[in-house]
């Protein structure tokens, strides 16, 4: 059989399927692993760009562990099977009245696979969807079953730490307990700007609930996305309003423009300039899953790092002039979030407020050179690359951008000896 993840940039043939329906399973099979020898990946919803998921040995579904297990209204927690992909956990949460503070673009994720990746959205108090987590149970590669919590100590409170961003590293977890809060709404303001305008507003931008900017190449023009929290009721956008952005500007005609320009490169900046001819403005209010998630039905490969919040002007001219002056024809416009720094020890904002640039491209494109050009910038910016998606980092550059590697690798290094959960993607940026 088999595998490959959602972007189809990776593919795997695992010796077997495990399909656990309890912790007391998955714990079984870590054990059957280890007597066969065997390696184990556990894997949610593919949508990782990197092969943090593969495997040539056992591969663990979670779809056995899904749903609501238990809703705290009083500690405001809510624990779910590590297999609940994020729609579903926010459909759970709004029928009681409660949701997430924060979350990325994407809701088709697993949440054990988007906290293990470090899944992220835009923020100015919370941006970490691994740092909302105040307890999980997890099933070690030596068949034992622990849940571990931000109250413990010790050995206990270090596998917390490492494990709420653990990179499927340290075992299979099985559920997972978020922080939640009673339902809210967002206003949500887009707008056309340019891209000085943004750099000139930063100061400005980093004090809104949440910001998101996508700017196209080859020109100037930003979309910029601004949310803030209010207790005005929602009011979505007409269903045509809807349609048009959503379904024909973000999806129907960023594939237009990727395959007019994959067939034709040297177009691109002109397909682009006529792009940023159709963003519009628009404001609304809606509920926050609605605001926060975006269907995306265009495939793409996709590279992130997150930038020292301080460098972020200098590093935004400078990848506007890096891709202006290059041989290299993206169309794909690039993704700028800003989020706080966050104490989650393999967290690319551990310890630093941040500015995460994530640049995409359609798949059959020239795209290469230019990841390998913009990467090697942002490691002269100390860039920390998102766990999921596209980079060549390995152990020894990573060792220097997190300052609390250390301490995770010595809680895997307790917990998996034998390299139960590794692969070759881990033991590249984790070191064997």
Not at 86 to 112: C, F, K, P, W
Not at 125 to 145: F, K, M, N, R, Y
């Amino acid at each position: 059989m088999v595998w490959q993840n959602w972007a189809r940039s990776v593919q795997a043939r695992p010796v077997r399927v495990e399909r656990p329906a309890s912790a007391d399973e998955a714990a079984a099979v870590l054990t059957a692993a280890t007597r066969d020898g065997l390696r184990v990946k556990p894997v949610g919803a593919g949508h990782s760009f990197t092969p943090i998921a593969a495997t040539d040995g056992v591969q663990v579904r979670l779809d056995g562990l899904s749903g609501l297990l238990a809703l705290d209204t009083v500690e405001h927690t809510a624990t779910v099977g590590a297999g609940t992909r994020l729609h579903e956990l926010n459909a759970l949460l709004t029928e009681r009245g409660y949701g997430l503070t924060n979350m990325g673009d994407i809701a088709v994720q697993t949440v054990s696979g988007a906290i293990a990746t470090g899944t992220h959205g835009s923020g100015r108090a919370c941006a970490s969807l691994s740092e909302q987590v105040v307890s999980l149970e997890i099933a070690l590669p030596d068949g034992t079953v622990r849940r571990v919590s931000a109250a413990d100590t010790g050995d206990d409170g270090d596998l917390f730490q490492a494990a709420r961003l653990g990179l499927g590293a340290l075992g299979i977890v099985t559920s997972v307990t978020f922080r939640i809060e009673p339902a809210f709404t967002l206003r949500s303001t887009v707008e056309r700007t340019t891209l000085d305008a943004v750099i000139g507003r930063f100061a400005d931008l980093e004090a809104e609930d949440h910001c998101d900017l996508y700017w196209l190449p080859f020109t100037d023009a930003v979309q910029l996305t601004v949310n803030r929290r209010t207790g005005e009721a929602a009011a979505p956008p007409n269903p045509v309003a809807a349609w048009w952005s959503g379904d024909v500007v973000e999806n129907a005609g960023v594939a237009l423009v990727q395959r007019l320009t994959r067939a034709a490169p040297k177009t691109t900046p002109a397909v682009n300039a006529v792009a940023a001819r159709l963003i519009g403005s628009r404001t609304f209010v809606d509920t926050a899953p609605r605001v926060f998630t975006s269907t995306r039905r265009v495939r793409f490969h996709e590279m992130e790092y997150a930038l020292p919040r301080s460098a972020a002007a200098g590093a935004l001219r400078a990848l506007r002039d890096l891709t202006a002056r290059g041989p290299w024809r993206v169309a794909f416009p690039v993704e700028i979030r800003l989020a706080p720094a966050d104490d989650v020890w393999l967290s690319p904002a551990y310890g630093r407020d941040t500015v995460y640039v994530a640049t995409h491209a359609y798949p059959r494109t020239d795209y290469t050179g230019w990841f390998a050009a913009v990467e090697k910038m942002w490691t002269e910016y100390g860039g920390r690359p998102h766990w999921g998606k596209l980079h060549t980092r390995d152990s020894g550059y990573l060792r220097d951008q997190y300052r609390q590697m250390g301490s995770f690798r010595a809680v895997r290094d307790r917990v998996d000896p034998g390299r139960i959960m590794a692969n070759e993607y881990l033991d590249r940026v984790l070191g064997e």
